[in-house]
């Protein structure tokens, strides 16, 4: 047992057993990862030996706690983190046989429908997921019955109007993307696609930022004066689950991956009439 007491939390008592210095190695560039995904799964039921497609697993830290702490089987699927340093990190920590590593965009997945039992996505969702056609797309991979829950940086409320002058020097273009649980309910709930288990917002989740931001990044002054004038007024943690309501037909010719839906089909015919 180490020494060290850095992201020790009560509030995230599996998390707290891994080593900081491979939770700060396994950074993807969001939040701390084990800390969402433990906050997720206790509002989701996962089983040994579930399939689970842990979307946007970065550096794959989740997928690991995932086969670690629940015994399911994770395809620990990414697009900006290489599938081959993802395999070292799987094999290192002596779970090759339960999570397997793949490089795909979230728009384009090379998975059989109706494979997986639950679908995660820490921190991610927001890149790609606020297309409205999108939880269209992905709900296909999930069985009727199955669970989707996403969890991440969020808003508290909404932004209206102008962007409020606290936040203006630390936002950037990518931000955008934030929103408040109450959006993403209304963003599932409305297609019938799933039935919302849960939307709610972390109490205190900018200071649960604080703490990791102070310990993974401390010179990013910016963004930790940003957390602290705003203290939880907009900037948190949101989490959303679903479960797929069997009865919902997808619309197929939407998907972004159209090679699914239109599988090529030609047929030679003459070119004119002679
Ligand atoms: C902030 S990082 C979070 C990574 C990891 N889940 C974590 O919590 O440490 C966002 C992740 O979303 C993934 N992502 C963004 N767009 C994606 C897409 N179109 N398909 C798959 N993954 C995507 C990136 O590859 C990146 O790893």
Redesign the pocket.
């Known amino acids: 047992m180490t020494s060290d007491k850095r992201l020790i939390s009560n509030q995230f008592p599996r998390a707290s057993k891994y080593h900081p210095e491979w939770v700060i190695a396994s ?5 701390n ?1 084990l800390w ?1 995904t433990e906050w997720l799964t206790t509002v989701m039921d996962l089983r040994p030996g579930m399939r689970v497609l842990d ?5 794959a ?2 997928s690991i706690f995932l086969h670690r702490e629940f015994g399911v089987q994770v395809w620990a699927t ?4 290489s599938a081959s340093e993802n395999i070292q990190r799987i094999r290192d920590a002596g779970v090759l046989d339960g999570v397997f590593p793949i490089h ?4 384009s997945l090379p998975f059989a429908a109706e494979f997986f039992d639950a679908i995660v996505c ?3 969702f927001i ?2 997921g606020t297309d409205d056609l999108y939880l269209n797309y992905l709900a296909q991979f999930v069985k009727p019955g199955g669970l989707l829950g996403i969890a991440g940086a969020g808003l508290v409320q909404e932004i209206e109007g102008l962007l409020p002058e606290h936040l203006q020097k630390w936002w950037t273009q990518d931000l955008w993307c934030l929103h408040s649980a109450a959006w993403w309910r209304r963003h599932w709930e409305r297609t019938g696609i799933v039935d919302i288990e849960l939307a709610d917002t972390m109490p205190d989740g900018w200071q649960v930022w604080l703490d990791w931001q102070r310990v993974v990044a401390p010179d990013n002054e910016t963004e930790i004066k940003v957390l602290e004038a705003d203290s939880g007024n907009y900037l948190g943690y949101v989490r959303l689950v679903g479960r797929r309501q069997g009865g919902a037909k997808l619309e197929e010719y939407c998907w972004p991956d159209t090679m699914r839906s239109f599988p090529p089909q030609y047929t030679k015919q003459p070119l004119l009439r002679t």
């Not at 979307?55 to 550096?59: D, H, I, P, S, W």
């Open positions: 950074v993807s560039g969001g939040a990862s969402m979307l946007g697993c970065g550096r830290a989740s990414d697009l900006w983190f795909a965009d979230a728009r820490i921190d991610s890149y790609y």
